[in-house]
């Protein structure tokens, strides 16, 4: 049955059982073994030279967990493949700041290849293009951008993972219930992609959607948004937000409502996500394996540098992992 859209509820919530195991967990734990064997560790080398590879990310690795596990995954690939990596962030997605950060590097002109999570789906192609006009070979990763001339774009399956998270949550509630969902900032491609993967799990289910609204992917805008949302509706079976950082600062309104019957969904499994799933505070959350697709990203860099190598327009991550009270202790070892 399609999700449906309501203004509001008055009825009083009823307590609904959840399942002690999750079918959709099972499913999504055995592709995703399937997803790791076939990915591999495909055309490992050494570069020939110290290539200079500069690696824009979104956000400062000290800012948000997703982004200090990106680093450490890149730096990982420095030392693997014999390169010389400069990584660099913004304050809280600043698109202007990044626009000129990327001009700077190509006047500098000592990259030799750039790898850039773009803040902006379309406001960062002018000065990508630039790049790629100066003889730069450009990697997109994380976020999709609206660019010509760009080597590839790695990053995860937004859609099909908040479809997986949509379909889990159907579980959980048994099939019917009333769902509110946490989006970042407007027009931000990741989370319309894992907003709209959410509305098409939830499709399954007979899900009344009461609302969506912006969290600003910052947690204390998220309790501030969920504060209202609890302060107004009675009856909520579910929040889903598209990241954890928010999911966070859905808790925290709960808590602070004393409202304890209400699943909380993230995105990104980060490692105070995972604590908060063991304490019971949060319900899910997924993982990207941010390591392994900021590795990725700089050994295809390399292998073109190295050898011409064209790819695909686009190399989607498909090894998503669901995680759930079931599973958590597996990612916090």
């Not at 001339?149 to 048994?174: I, P």
């Not at 009344?208 to 609204?213: A, T």
């Not at 950082?245 to 105070?272: C, Q, W």
Request: glycine residues 8%; aromatic residues 6%.
């Amino acid at each position: 049955m399609a999700a449906g859209f309501l203004t509001g509820c008055d009825d009083k919530p009823a307590q609904r059982s959840r399942p002690q195991t999750s079918v959709v967990l099972a499913q999504n734990q055995a592709q995703a073994a399937a997803d790791s064997r076939a990915l591999g560790v495909a055309q490992e080398l050494t570069a020939s030279r110290p290539w200079r590879i500069s690696f824009l990310m979104k956000n400062f690795a000290w800012a948000n967990p997703y982004w200090r596990r990106t680093q450490e995954g890149a730096e990982t690939a420095r030392q693997s493949f014999g390169v010389f990596l400069r990584v660099q962030g913004v304050q809280e997605y600043a698109v202007e700041r990044q626009i000129r950060s990327l001009d700077a590097l190509i006047r500098e002109d000592r990259s030799d290849g750039i790898i850039i999570a773009p803040v902006d789906t379309n406001r960062l192609s002018p000065v990508v293009e630039k790049a790629v006009r100066a003889g730069i070979p450009v990697i997109v990763y994380d976020t999709p951008l609206n660019a010509e001339g760009v080597l590839t774009y790695v990053g995860s399956d937004n859609f099909r993972a908040g479809t997986l998270l949509g379909r889990w949550v159907v579980e959980q509630l048994g099939g019917a219930g009333n769902v509110l969902i946490m989006e970042g900032l407007p027009g931000h491609q990741n989370s319309l992609d894992r907003r709209n993967g959410m509305l098409e799990g939830l499709r399954e289910g007979d899900i009344n959607v009461l609302g969506l609204s912006s969290g600003r992917w910052q947690r204390a805008d998220a309790q501030q948004v969920a504060a209202n949302w609890l302060a107004r509706l009675d009856d909520i079976d579910a929040i889903m937000a598209v990241d954890d950082v928010m999911a966070l600062g859905i808790a925290d309104a709960l808590e602070g409502a004393n409202r304890r019957n209400v699943l909380v969904t993230g995105f990104d499994a980060n490692t105070d996500a995972l604590l908060a799933i063991r304490q019971g505070r949060l319900h899910a959350t997924m993982d990207q394996v941010p390591k392994l697709q900021a590795r990725r990203a700089v050994q295809l860099m390399v292998r073109h540098l190295e050898t011409g190598e064209p790819f695909p327009a686009t190399l989607l991550w498909s090894n998503l992992r669901l995680v759930t009270a079931e599973n958590v202790t597996d990612f916090l070892q």
